[in-house]
């Protein structure tokens, strides 16, 4: 039965972890790592001078901002892109423009407009648009083999040797064709909204993007991001090789370390300080770009030199926070209004540096869980409290540290779940610590109540940080019971034998004594000491002391009618009883006591029970315990006896019958 329980509460235990760690590891942990990247990742000092703490100067961004559209009414016609596609590629000469915005229809109310902006396009050469994948079936009319044919053009070199090959995506939301026939290069402006574990996604209902994807398969062919896009155009479009680890690209001699799950080619953004405008890159107003080529079209000084721009690398996009439908904003880590084209450049600001955050697998995440509460829960069991208290803070504690340096070093590792394991794991061993030692106990308790009463033990136990010398004086009766001749009784038999015996008869007397609310203080020899109305509290001891004396004779004549026909000797008992005043308490030294009672009451006990032989009686009683008992008890009287020890003599009394109900 034993071994039943033990099963139901280990396995009652285990789910209880898988509890806490599926509730904390899929709804506390990306709010942890949230915290995490906030406050020990981008606020953090530059470690050297190719660390920023804000995005890389080698990205601009150009955003048609408030300013923008007050000085022309959104929507825009297509054609005012052109200004800023023409300045550019006529002037700044960038090393790529790249355009964070999808097209999916013509603009029927104005193809004039559509025109110009397609032939704009197609003269920009380092121009990169973006598109957007659809998890489900696309069932627009241009979505047909034709447009899947001419969209191959997208794709990009890859050589997949990791061991799962990603089908993810069903369908891409159709470009215009006339737009897409002039597109030269494209990429996904797809965000995750999710937590990257380092082998798959957690998708997350909260909508932060905390998970740039780089890299999608559809339909046979790989395609990019559109910072992927952009890094590769930058360098040649080189064949990238895919492994477990990394996304390599050998031409370049660079592993780029994007870690692969099991359908989607992920890694979790690293994001860079803001500046006071909002954006972690230095920004300017799409506004101020048309009027700077207007300007030089002129003849004039423009507003932004083209020199500004020269081999960077351009993201144009919109965000007006308010009031024209074309609030970007999207929630990230940092904040809930992250600028979706500051969201791009940051993801190709990523791959550029080959600044990514690597996140430890999972088993590494289970497996130093597992170490923390190994160490919390056997630093429980071994420690006394306040060194176990101090194990538990220390490695709770401890392991944040190592968190918000893991952080500070673009290592993402769980927080919140090894934490809540820890705390749950303490719970635990402490609930374990306790029922050990609480067995224990009871087992010591046990053990040391067959050496003292039950009642002694729990009454130190009560008193167990006032434990000391002393006592104080009690009214008691004390009871007294020996075996008549059992010296010579035990001169006939083996230790052995006289042990079997005594264990027997002592074994029949105890609940006797303890039913009548007594306790036996000692065992002497084969003699009994017996004290009633301590430590029970009981005003009628005096009583069942008597009553007690007397349901014990009776026992010893069952026994020994038993006992004659196992063969084994009978035997008599005498029994001598008292009620006075006593000194109860802890006798002894500092380091060894005794709980007893002592004082002449007890004496005149031990005296009345071996007047038995005297008198051939087998219970004497004194005065004051007759004046208690009277009622109750047929005894005779024996007047005048001098007591041993006493100056003067005094009545005792023989107990014939005791009415016991």
């Known amino acids: 039965m034993n071994k039943i329980k033990s099963v139901i509460l280990g396995i009652a235990i285990f789910i209880t972890f898988l509890i806490v760690y599926f509730l904390s590891y899929n709804l506390a942990e990306p709010k942890a790592y949230d915290f995490m990247v906030r406050n020990f990742l981008t606020n953090k000092l530059p470690i050297d001078k190719q660390k920023q703490v804000h995005g890389s100067d080698d990205i601009v961004l150009i955003v048609i901002d408030n300013i923008s559209v007050q000085r022309y009414r959104w929507p825009w016609k297509r054609e005012k892109y052109c200004n800023i596609y023409n300045y550019f590629s006529t002037y700044a000469k960038p090393k790529a423009i790249v355009h964070d915005a999808i097209i999916v229809t013509d603009d029927i109310e104005n193809p004039d407009s559509d025109k110009k902006f397609y032939n704009s396009v197609k003269k920009t050469n380092n121009l990169i648009v973006g598109y957007l994948p659809l998890w489900n079936q696309w069932t627009d009319k241009n979505f047909g083999q034709k447009y899947d044919n001419n969209f191959k053009r997208f794709s990009i070199k890859v050589k997949d040797n990791s061991k799962v090959i990603s089908h993810y995506y069903n369908s891409i939301y159709a470009m215009p064709e ?12 797809s965000m995750i909204s999710g937590f990257f574990n380092g082998d798959n996604i957690i998708w997350a209902r909260d909508e932060i993007n905390r998970t740039q994807e780089y890299l999608f398969y559809y339909k046979g062919n790989y395609y990019p991001s559109l910072a992927l896009m952009t890094y590769l155009y930058a360098n040649d479009f080189p064949e990238i090789v895919l492994d477990d680890n990394y996304m390599r690209i050998p031409e370049l001699n660079r592993n780029i370390k994007i870690q692969k799950s099991s359908f989607l080619t992920l890694v979790p953004t690293k994001y860079y300080k803001f500046y006071n405008n909002g954006y972690s890159h230095k920004k300017y107003s799409a506004i101020d770009v048309i009027d700077s080529y207007n300007a030089i079209v002129q003849g004039k000084k423009p507003i932004l030199s083209p020199e500004l721009f020269k081999d960077k690398i351009v993201v144009i996009g919109a965000n007006v926070p308010t009031g024209t439908g074309i609030n970007d904003n999207k929630n990230s880590p940092l904040t809930n209004h992250h600028p979706g084209v500051d969201y791009q450049a940051t993801a190709i600001d990523n791959i550029l540096h080959n600044d990514f955050l690597f996140v ?3 088993a590494w995440n289970i497996l130093i869980t597992l170490l923390g509460m190994l160490l919390i829960y056997f630093g429980i069991k071994l420690s006394d409290l306040y060194k176990a208290i101090t194990i538990t803070l220390i490695t709770i504690f401890g392991y944040f540290i190592i968190c918000a340096i893991c952080f500070y070093l673009s290592i993402v590792i769980n927080v919140i779940t090894p934490i809540a394991m820890f705390v749950i794991t303490t719970i635990f061993a402490y609930l374990f610590k306790y029922l050990t030692e609480y067995r224990s106990k009871e087992k010591v308790k046990n053990a040391m109540g067959k050496y003292m009463s039950k009642d002694i033990m729990k009454n130190v136990l009560q008193n167990i940080d006032n434990l000391g010398l002393g006592g104080k004086k009690a009214e008691v009766t004390v009871l007294f019971a020996d075996i008549r001749g059992f010296t010579t009784l035990s001169e006939k038999m083996s230790a052995q034998q006289v042990s079997e015996l005594l264990n027997e008869y002592f074994s029949e007397m105890e609940p006797i004594i303890t039913s009548y609310n007594g306790i036996i203080n000692k065992f002497i020899g084969d003699a009994i000491m017996a004290v009633f109305g301590e430590p029970i509290q009981d005003t009628e001891h005096a009583q069942n002391a008597v009553k007690c004396g007397y349901a014990m004779l009776k026992a010893v004549q ?9 063969g084994k000797p009978e035997i008599e008992i005498g029994i001598g009883i008292n009620t006075g005043e006593v000194f109860i308490g802890n006798i002894g030294s500092v380091n060894r006591m005794e709980y007893t009672v ?22 004497l009683i004194s005065k004051s315990t007759y004046n208690r008992a009277k009622s109750f008890a047929y005894v005779i009287k024996i007047p005048d006896v001098q007591i041993r020890g006493k100056a003067n003599k005094m009545d005792i009394y023989e107990v014939l019958k005791v009415k016991l109900h």
């Not at 069952?558 to 196992?566: A, F, H, Q």
């Not at 005149?604 to 051939?616: D, G, I, M, Q, W």
């Open 178 to 189: 006339s737009y897409q026939n002039v597109v030269k290069y494209a990429g996904s402006v």
């Open 360 to 362: 430890i697998p999972v």
């Open 558 to 566: 069952k026994l020994d009618k038993r006992w004659t026909k196992e």
């Open 598 to 619: 002592i004082g002449d009451t007890v004496n005149l006990a031990s005296r009345l029970e071996s007047y038995n032989k005297t008198y051939k009686t087998k219970m």
